[in-house]
């Protein structure tokens, strides 16, 4: 894999992760928490909004299954020299 594709992949990762925490966790919570009790719209679209942030929201942190792949990859995270 070339670098330009490498970057791409990361920046696509970052903007759509597919990572178990937002394919099966997150999915898996939110049924649970939706099956014990009803509200309306507002939670529902608050809801949703969990389970995909907008990237802009993000604080920039990265979790220990990110900072193996950049280690993994030789390449230094962003933001960190």
């Known amino acids: ?7 791409a992949w990361r920046e696509y990762h970052r ?3 597919f990572d178990d925490l937002h394919r099966y966790h997150r999915p ?3 049924v649970a928490h939706a099956a014990a009790g009803g509200g ?6 608050q809801r949703i909004a ?7 929201d993000g604080d920039g942190t990265y979790t220990e299954a990110d900072l193996a792949t950049f ?8 933001g960190r020299g």
């Open 40 to 45: 309306g719209a507002d939670l529902l679209q």
């Open 1 to 7: 894999m070339s670098r330009q594709e490498f970057i």
């Open 15 to 17: 903007l759509y992760p």
């Open 50 to 56: 969990w389970l995909q942030p907008d990237p802009s």
């Open 28 to 30: 898996a919570a939110l």
């Open 71 to 78: 280690a993994a990859f030789g390449v230094k995270p962003p």
